[in-house]
């Protein structure tokens, strides 16, 4: 089974200010390398053939990263002059998408889990209705999050975001596997900005589960980013800088997580 994959990162993390004025979100450090590297290596090592990144805050050093030779052949990228929101940004690029399994990730997340097991979930164990599967994760915050209520199987039925008191704990991470008829579906409906907001409300009682039970942080605050520094971190070669590696180890953003 072929998978591809979207990234999103165009965001501008305001809720990161005045950090992000400077420097996007997803390239914040985590021990001395960039989010959305690690979010790559490990997408590489699941055989993920292709991924598709979407940039609009600060377009140049998006590039500059992406375009680095070590991405060549697995990653492409494209540039939203205005913000497409999470499902327009799927729909436009449908193409990339079409008649795959698609992984669909924030990546200003900040996730530690066995992903093998999440894609074996949905490709063999999933409910035989269902059309995608969500991973999910115990929030301690469920207030700021969008909690879902499941069937006995498992089953999103309803969603609750970011109400003052939500029936649990158990949160959307915003990390997802789609069949194409997602797509299908997304195809007909009218206006798709927002996809938790515009899409998954009409895929209720198609959306299967599975719980990270690991490390779950949304590193768009300036806390959970410093405790994102203490985490375990996936390993990643550093035997061979490049130079974009190399200007980045001098960057001042590392300077100021420190300050903080």
């Avoid at 590039?63 to 030779?69: A, H, P, S, T």
């Avoid at 590193?219 to 974009?244: H, R």
Wanted: charged fraction near 20%; charge should be negative; aromatic fraction near 8%.
């Amino acid at each position: 089974m072929e998978i591809t994959a979207l990234l999103l990162a165009a965001g501008e993390g305001t809720r990161l200010r005045p950090l992000t004025l400077d420097w996007p979100k997803c390239l914040m450090p985590i021990k001395g390398h960039p989010l959305l590297e690690y979010w790559i290596s490990l997408l590489g090592q699941l055989n993920v053939k292709s991924i598709l990144v979407n940039t609009h805050h600060k377009k140049r050093i998006m590039e500059e990263f992406l375009n680095r030779d070590r991405f060549q052949g697995l990653v492409n990228y494209t540039y939203e002059p205005k913000f497409l929101g999470t499902g327009g940004t799927l729909l436009a690029n449908k193409d990339f998408f079409q008649d795959k399994t698609t992984l669909f990730i924030h990546a200003d997340n900040w996730c530690h889990c066995d992903f093998q097991a999440f894609i074996d979930f949905h490709v063999n164990h999933r409910p035989s209705n269902t059309i995608m599967t969500m991973m999910t994760f115990q929030t301690p915050t469920p207030s700021s999050c969008g909690i879902v209520e499941l069937s006995n199987k498992g089953i999103v039925q309803k969603f609750h975001e970011k109400v003052k008191s939500p029936p649990g704990n158990l949160a959307n991470a915003a990390i997802y596997l789609l069949e194409p008829e997602v797509l299908d579906i997304m195809q007909n409906l009218p206006n798709v900005g927002d996809f938790d907001i515009d899409v998954m409300p009409r895929l209720l009682g198609k959306i299967a589960t599975w719980e990270n039970t690991n490390i779950h942080r949304d590193i768009g605050t300036l806390e959970s980013l410093l405790k994102a520094q203490n985490d375990p971190v996936p390993s990643l070669d550093s035997s061979n800088p490049d130079d974009w590696q190399r200007n980045f180890e001098k960057n001042s953003i590392h300077n100021s997580l420190k300050l903080n």
